[in-house]
């Protein structure tokens, strides 16, 4: 029997919201509004970790909590005293993903080495970790390998260690260090988990959708069981007869009759029933008395309970807020301890990129300017922190959901409808019809706003900062000027490799997010991003999915499709001839190849609805020696999406057109408000003239705009909660054509040798996205340029929330 129970708990149990108004202040001192819209008020006490915390492992004592730093720049292992819950040790680690596991005599710390492919031994004690043993699997990347969570059977001198690159379970000799069995699995896997008995051994298996169970003492899987998408953490009931499995995709976990290996129960842990993908549950711990199960939702910010006692026939209890992307939790005593993966705000970098500089630069601890530690770009500054609280009465889990759902902009009554204005051609109703037909969206790459923007005296901008100005990209320029100004518009990712999957899926899956750091800080692994691995993928896909399911017809150019095939399914036989990303092809080329398709569309009747658009050299090359200089590319990119808008403005369907155009990603360079702040570009007849809107938009919303206009509901929580542009439209269209205008800059400019410059930019590959370091780039370019230091970034965290946003409703 699978029985359904939903985590939906509205602000009630007898509190009333005088009181709530009360307490809040008290019970929520930290209030920060972050780049996507959503609100965070971490409860408890707060403390700093490393960079992206994935894991934590109890030792058998209860006196320590382990925990492994995933992230970007400097990974790391930490010791947290858990009676004085305090940080008491911090050892560097070349390479670690997410396995940890203690001996039981609490004298021995087991730690995944990532894609070293191997599994480090420390000696723990109370002064902290010392380096051991080293259990070998495999060569270093690039042996497919990868090890993950792990299990250790001290009884039988066993050690299982699961994997996310080679889908396999190791079994190991931890003593000997000899693997001793290596069985298939199928796909990635997440974690496994023993039995109190230590004969059979659970998994979860990432990427297949089940969890696997693995006899001991035979050496043979005896089952397999079907779950949700992307399974991840377990934990198991007291009485070892019950086994919770956490699914990202699906909001949900699996409670597992371990007698029967059948799934009896689904809770479901999002915070409205039937939620779209978007809570991203990946955390589990039971409170020591068995009674409660924490989960944490990494994407809604929140953990939420359910009282299992009874299980199968759990009830929901409330939500617990934390802080942003909670990526595990545990339970020792009556305290809650909660990993969060991103940490508490976003984070300044005072120092700059600088790669004559240490590897690290010194920023500011979370919440305390007077405490220093170190980070990087915005891709290592995901660092992460501690939530501990008690675990709450009734009554102030009452308070505390309350908060959650007034953090939290989605709710289930905004899928269908959207705020808005009536006779607007942006629809406030799902299906509602708009004037505009065609939508064509394209996509560009990593620029912040004032690095182009920064100049327009009518916006919030730095001028100091800018890059490629009003001389370089004079289309962008005057299409701000003529149509509408964006100031506050923030992207969803921090890289290329989120980038891309939240431009054209408003979400990024906790497999993406948790992997991307540690290819981009050069440790292994791939591109997994656009469509290039199932996992990676939204579980219902992305806006062609959409479209699909709703007979909108649908074209890409680039987008998703290398080499002019494409990267997922649902593209075959929508992909046109158009050269993907190859900074050896200018954009004006890519310009020219889809003027060719859209004119035979066009002449045939059957243009598509809704088109995807890549333009790819804003990204530039750096100081290359021979390479088109920095200018040259951004011009020609510019030049690009000005023939762009004028083609389509003096073709037969500018009249019921509208044309977005976005960066992936912020991350090349610095923007004084914050690292996600980004230029994005609206353009049809409906789109009002001499415009500035300053209401905060983000990647999701203008998915979400994009809906409304074809008649589409949302993909996700992101793209449901997000606000519409409807604001930057008109009912009173104006046709009036548009004219690009020439370039300043001779496109064919090459790039002088430059004896540190030509030599730093040679080091890397760019024949792919994200292959230079973003600190690096950005010195490169502001060096190259500007002839001097590039300035600090500044990111900041939206505190000032007491002023309610243009966009609430």
């Known amino acids: 029997m699978n029985i359904t129970r939903y985590c939906f708990v509205l602000a009630c149990a007898g509190i009333s919201l005088s009181l709530f108004a009360q307490k809040t202040n008290v019970l929520f001192p930290s209030k920060v509004k972050l780049p996507n819209g959503w609100t965070i008020t971490p ?65 021995s710390l087991f730690v995944s080495g990532g894609n070293d492919n191997a599994i480090y031994r420390y000696q723990v004690s109370g002064s902290g970790l010392q380096a051991g043993d080293t259990i070998r699997l495999g060569k ?9 969570g792990m299990a250790l059977d001290s009884k039988h001198n066993r050690l299982y260690v699961v994997t996310r690159e080679n889908n396999s379970l190791y079994v190991v000799n931890p003593d000997s260090k000899t693997v001793l069995h290596v069985l298939s699995l199928g796909n990635e896997a997440y974690t496994c988990l023993l039995s109190a008995d230590n004969k059979k051994l659970y998994i979860s298996v990432w990427g297949g959708r089940k969890v696997v169970v693995y006899d001991c003492e035979q050496n043979k899987i005896m089952a397999e069981i079907p779950v949700g998408s992307n399974p991840n953490e377990m934990c198991l009931a007291k009485n070892g007869h019950f086994l919770f499995v956490a699914n990202a995709n699906d909001n949900t976990v699996s409670v597992i009759d371990t007698r029967k290996n059948e799934v009896v129960e689904t809770l479901k842990a999002a915070l409205y029933p039937n939620a779209p993908s978007g809570s991203t549950t990946n955390g589990l711990a039971l409170s020591e008395n068995g009674k409660t199960l924490y989960i944490a939702n990494a994407d809604n910010n929140c953990l939420a309970v359910f009282d299992v006692s009874k299980t199968p026939e759990s009830k929901a209890k409330g939500f617990i807020p934390v802080g942003w992307y909670p990526s595990n939790v545990k339970v020792v005593g009556k305290n809650v301890f909660v990993t969060n ?75 269908m409808n959207a705020p808005g204005e009536v006779g607007n051609p942006i629809p406030m109703k799902v299906g509602d019809a708009s004037p505009i037909k065609y939508v064509f969206y394209v996509i560009k790459e990593n620029r912040t706003y004032d ?7 009518a916006g919030n901008g730095d001028t100091t900062l800018v890059l490629f100005g009003k001389k370089i990209t004079p289309n962008q320029h005057d299409l701000v000027n003529r149509f509408v100004l964006l100031d506050n518009f ?119 609805r809704f088109s995807t658009v890549r333009f790819v050299c804003d990204h530039t090359e750096g100081m290359r020696a021979g390479k088109p200089t920095p200018y040259a590319f951004a011009a020609d990119n510019d030049l690009a999406v000005g023939l762009f808008v004028e083609h389509i403005s003096k073709s037969p369907v500018w009249k019921e057109s509208a044309i977005f155009i976005v960066e992936d990603d912020a991350q090349n360079g610095p923007d004084h408000v914050d690292a996600h702040r980004s ?30 206009i074809l008649g589409l509901p949302p993909m996700t929580q992101y793209d449901a909660a997000a606000t519409p542009l409807w604001r930057c439209f008109t009912s009173t269209p104006d046709f009036a054509l548009y004219e690009h205008l020439p370039s300043n800059i001779n496109l064919d400019d090459k790039n002088p040798f430059d004896k540190k410059l030509s030599a730093l930019s040679d080091k890397f590959n760019w024949t792919k996205e994200d292959q230079v370091p973003d600190l690096v780039f950005n010195e490169i370019l502001w060096q190259g340029l500007k002839k001097a230091k590039a300035p600090a970034p500044i990111r900041s965290a939206f505190l000032n929330v007491q002023q309610k946003d243009k966009d609430d409703d």
């Open 43 to 107: 409860v408890g006490k707060n403390i700093t970790l490393g960079d992206l915390p994935l894991n934590m492992a109890v030792s058998h004592n209860k006196r320590w909590i382990a925990v492994t730093n995933n992230g970007q720049s400097t990974q790391t292992i930490d010791l947290i005293d858990v009676a004085k819950q305090e940080k008491i040790a911090s050892m560097p680690i070349a390479k670690a993903w997410y396995g940890l596991t203690f001996s039981p005599d609490n004298r």
């Open 140 to 148: 270093p990347w690039p042996q497919k390998i990868s090890p993950a």
């Open 341 to 415: 993966a991103k940490g508490l705000t976003s984070l300044p970098n005072p120092q700059g990129p600088n790669p004559t500089m240490k590897k690290e630069t010194v920023t500011y601890q979370q919440g305390d300017s007077s405490k220093p530690v170190k980070v990087q770009y915005i891709a290592g500054l995901l660092i992460g922190s501690m939530s501990i609280l008690k675990e709450p009465s009734a009554n102030l889990l009452s308070l505390y959901s309350q908060q959650v759902y007034q953090n939290t902009p989605y709710s289930k009554e905004k899928e």
């Open 451 to 457: 690095q182009v923007l920064g100049d327009v005296k």
């Open 490 to 608: 923030y992207v969803d990712a921090e890289v290329s490799a989120d980038g891309h999957n939240w431009s054209t899926g408003a979400y990024a899956t906790d497999y993406l997010e948790k992997t991307w750091p540690t290819y981009y800080g050069g440790r292994g692994g791939r591109y997994d991003a656009e469509g290039n691995r199932a996992i990676a993928n939204n579980r219902d896909g992305f806006i062609w999915d959409l479209c699909k399911r709703h007979n909108v017809t649908y074209r890409t150019y680039g987008e998703f499709a290398d080499n002019y095939k494409p990267n997922i399914p649902v593209l075959k036989g929508h992909v046109a001839h158009f050269t993907g990303f190859d900074l050896e092809v200018r954009d004006t080329t890519r310009f020219n190849q889809w003027k060719m398709d859209f004119d035979s569309l066009v002449a045939k009747n059957a243009l598509p």
């Open 679 to 708: 230029p994005a570009y609206i353009v049809s007849p409906y789109v009002r003239r001499n415009f500035v809107d300053h209401t905060m938009y983000s990647t999701s919303g203008i998915l979400r705009t994009m809906e409304l």
